[in-house]
């Protein structure tokens, strides 16, 4: 029996004919099935061909319900054809070389779109352009654009055969067009587009991109949207910097003594900074160093851009006593902006945005180091005395403005009231002056500053004590220290006791608060004050040497 190849025989029954009964069919040798019929009986069995169309039913019923393929009795499902996509980029190339030798220019790169020809073209464009920023050019350079409208010179142009010279002509109002004056006429002929990375013009920094003027964005694409937030972040949410914004009410100074006032702090990394001042008062800005880089010195300099903190300052000063300092930045050094009274101050209103990493920077210092009553700092003016510390918030970032109580001397009392006042019983306590050699040795290798001084005046100011000395000799000093010094106590307990008119040996630590508007010499409690003696001088003399051997162990 004939059977398709690679298919196992099954048994398929055979029936004679007359019905006189069934007879198994012989498969495998030798498994004792009957005898097939002789001809006398007339039997007839399944042809090939028929065991061929059952098999073939069988398997395609099987194969249509299992994979979802059309069976027997099943209606044929609709075929879903498939949508085309769009093609993708190959890879950018590198960059070309700058379109100019010097100055800005562009350069740009390419890629290609691979796609089937079902498929949609790539999204995107093919080309990139970007600016390169090369050095200044030399003086005497032929500018890009002069250079292009000099090839046409002693060239006939249509409509004439003259031949004429020319130059860049700037008036036209495409600004991507090649316009050319004829030198000596007053016409000027367009000689198609100029070529790719060409300035718009002589002032602006924009290009010329394929006949359009492009503005590149803070990722240096030509065309591109991006732009750097206030925290000169690209394409960022000025969620990395704080805004500053706040008015400086310092007081005009009442006790005749004039000069420079503080009114800010603006710390390293400070972006669009904005000061106005709206009186006849005159702003004056300071660097680091405590050196004035506009105004300054008792001098008012001119209205113009200075180079100051790594960045440029706009100065401007008006006829209608209208005064601003305006930046970009960021700064790369702290400035504390000035101001030197001529009249009441109506408020120097200030505003920058800075970096929450440096926001501490200004914010709001509690030591009571600090000399808010002087009004150096921002303060109330006098006609809204104010009895208690007090902060006033400002937008996104916490008040830098120090406010302190009067003191004794601005309530109207006395100075030996005011002494009375402030050194009550109880409130002091016992004052411990160092002394010997272990502590002289100490108090001499920790301090600042050692000198000897005449105490020339004292006076309280807020809860401090401020000495007005005059520096006879210096033993060791790590910060310039002139003839004339303020020493600061922070107490006014007398301690340590100083009496006017008399010498002392000063051991002093220099203190600068958190905005760097104060810098001076500080007493502390406990801190070395001894009468100065010829012994004391001997003793301080080989001091010194203790300091290198300590650092040498």
Partial sequence: MLQPVGVAPFPVAGIRKGGAGVRGWRGEEGLGQEEPPDSAESTWSISPWMVLLVWLTFMCTFQGTDSGTPGLGQAPQPRHRRQPGHGEWTHWSSWSTCSNTCGDGASFRMRRCIRFPEEEICKGNPRQYRVCELDECPPGFVPFRAMQCSLYNRKPIAGSQTPYQWVPFHGAPNLCDLNCLAVGHNFYYTFGRVLDGTPCSPESRDLCISGRC????????????????????????????????????AAFPTSGVFGYKNVTHIPAGARHIKVTDRSRNYLALMN??????????????????????????????TADVHESFEADGPTQEDLLVMVLFQEHNPGIEYQFWLPRERLHHIQSDASPLRQPQTREVEGSPSREPQHSPQATAAPHSQSIRDIGKKTPQQEGIPATAAAQVLTQPGRCGKCDSPRGKSQRIYHYCNSDFVFRARILSKRYIGLETRYDVQVRHTYRNRFPVVHREYVWVSNTCDCPQ??????????????????????????????????????????LRDTAKHCLQSRTL
Wanted: glycine share 8%; hydrophobic share 35%; net charge positive.
């Fill in 214 to 249: 492009l503005r590149a964005g803070c990722d240096g694409l030509l065309g591109s949207k991006a732009q750097a937030d206030a925290c000169g972040i690209c394409d960022g949410r000025n969620e990395s910097c704080v805004f500053v914004q706040q008015v400086s009410r």
């Fill in 498 to 539: 100083l009496v006017e008119q008399h010498e002392y040996v000063l051991m002093a630590r220099r203190h600068v608060n958190y905005e760097h508007t104060l810098n001076r010499i500080l007493l502390q409690r406990g801190s070395y004050a001894r009468p100065w003696t010829p012994r004391e001088d001997l003793q």
């Fill in 288 to 317: 680091s160093k405590q050196r004035y880089v506009i105004n300054g010195d008792w001098a008012i300099d001119l209205p113009g851009v200075y180079e100051v903190a790594g960045t440029k300052v706009r100065y401007a000063r």
